[in-house]
């Protein structure tokens, strides 16, 4: 079985910088992408950020420039640094696990970004 667990989450001012972190514990497949998502009150859950095993990136338009994700695969864990936050970055963020069979997710960590 599969686990992912985030940290890293809480409450910055607008400007702020948070770092977020998912491990992934369990039986992995070493071919996957690891991502980031997040869910803001009342919207639809969003792509944040993904990074794949081989190091490629993609990010959301309204991040691009303010965050960077990276990973460590010897550790199985994915890492969401986030700079210049801002109010509407405030979400539950996710961190899902994606191999050729399956999709795992997270409990998600709450970021607000609040003066």
Known sequence: QVQLVESGGGLVQPGG???????ASGSISSINVMGWYRQAPGKQRELVAVITSGG????????????TISRDNAKNTVYLQMNS????????YYCKL????HVYWGQGTQVTVSS
């Open 85 to 92: 936050l801002k109010p509407e970055d405030t979400a539950v």
């Open 17 to 23: 910088s948070l770092r977020l972190s998912c491990a």
């Open 98 to 101: 994606t191999t050729i069979s």
């Open 56 to 67: 490629s990136t993609n990010y959301a338009d309204p991040v691009k420039g303010r965050f």
